[in-house]
């Protein structure tokens, strides 16, 4: 190859190929070329544009030392595409007015960044080695919690549901020859009992629930029937603090896959706290309505409202709620966390809405139809 090929082969591979900087600087720090490669890591084309807006702001400093004499292996750092500081060592040479600069990559910090990236991935799949066994021993410790809760609420269940049988016969029998603070002693007794036996209920439904063990049996059910059944049998509980419990369904609803039991316990403990959280006196509403392939179940109350930043706990097991019940009712905490897993069974959502002094709406959906592949 003839001398005058072999320098246009070089410029060439300079310009189009080589991971090299190549730049021409006139002697007012204007570039009048700048290679393939030094546009394209930089994401700019600095044809026309200054040699000082080249580097990183702490570099610029050095941008006369490169015009005014020949420079070799000059550390600096290069505004990258993505932002970040690049270090290159820079070389440069007179050539008559103009001034030729040279940059290639700092290996030894590529290297010691390679080597760092090792050391850490090496100890990332270190630590995920050690949170995959915690994460194993904690399932194992969350079955044995488990089994422990079920254990023992079966076991406390029987005795108690004894002793509010011989708390209900001594009120039943003998409540006349009992004094006034005897009776009022035993009605104490029957609300503790009874407050206990929701709450061992209530562990029973969480074991099942987390254990992923509860079994819902759907049925086609007339949902006006099962509606207008679930609403009269609370009426009857709320009538004690004077609180109406009003159905409106604005349409005749459709026959729907449920399960039940299990919803009957959704609108029980919906209803339930909406007459625990109303004044007496007041008017609670169950609406009920289709749209599309779901349905859509409210319970709206009028009663304290509940402060907006505390609707993200409701659904929580055991969240310490600011709101007091009206009559100094009892609650276990789990029973809303229970109701929200219930209907996340039936492949359905749950959500509240309120605010305060204004009462409360909590809305559940089910579809038409369960799909047997969920």
């Known amino acids: 190859m003839i001398l005058e090929d072999y320098k246009n082969f070089l410029f ?23 290679n393939k490669f030094a546009c394209d890591i930089t994401g700019k084309d600095f044809n026309g544009a200054q040699l000082k807006d080249f580097f990183s702001e702490s570099n610029v400093s050095f941008k006369k030392l490169l015009l005014d004499q020949n420079v070799e292996m000059l550390r600096l750092n290069v505004n990258m595409a993505d932002n970040l500081p690049q270090t290159f060592y820079f070389s440069s040479f007179k050539n008559g007015k103009q001034t030729v600069v040279v940059a290639e990559l700092n290996f030894d910090e590529i290297e010691g960044l390679r080597k760092n990236l090792i ?55 003998e409540g006349e020859m009992l004094s006034k603070e005897a009776n009022e002693l035993l009605s104490m007794s029957g609300i503790s009992i009874q407050y206990m036996l929701n709450l061992i209920e209530n562990l029973l439904d969480v074991v099942k629930i987390e254990s992923g063990k509860i079994d819902l049996q759907y049925e086609e059910t007339d949902l006006d029937k099962f509606l207008a059944t679930v609403v009269h049998f609370n009426a009857i509980l709320a009538s004690k603090k004077e609180i109406q419990i009003k159905l409106k369904v604005s349409q005749s609803m459709p026959s729907i896959d449920l399960d039940k039991d299990r919803i009957t316990q959704v609108l029980n403990n919906l ?13 609670i509403i169950v609406n009920a309505v289709q749209k599309d392939d779901e349905v859509y179940i409210s319970v709206q109350d009028h009663g304290q409202g509940i402060p907006e930043k505390e609707i993200s706990m409701l659904f929580k097991p055991f969240s310490n709620l ?29 959500w509240a809405e309120s605010k305060q002094g204004q009462g409360s709406i909590f809305t559940f959906s089910l579809p038409l139809k369960q799909n047997s592949e969920s």
Not at 335 to 350: A, D, E, P, T, Y
């Open 12 to 34: 060439g591979y300079l310009k189009e190929k080589a991971n090299i900087i190549l730049l021409e600087v006139d002697e007012d720090g204007k570039i009048v070329y700048a």
């Open 119 to 173: 050391y850490l991935n090496n100890d990332l799949n270190n630590i995920t080695r050690e949170l995959q066994k915690k994460n194993v021993q904690l399932a194992q410790l969350d079955k044995l919690k488990n089994q422990f809760l079920g254990i023992a609420a079966h076991d406390l269940r029987n005795p108690l549901g004894n002793i509010m049988m011989c708390n209900e016969y001594l009120v039943d029998m």
């Open 271 to 283: 209803i339930t706290n909406a007459v625990k959280f109303s004044s007496r006196g007041t008017e």
């Open 322 to 350: 600011s709101v007091r019940s009206t009559a100094g009712e009892k609650s276990t905490g789990l029973g809303l966390s229970i109701v929200k897993s219930i209907v996340m069974h039936h492949q359905g959502r749950i």
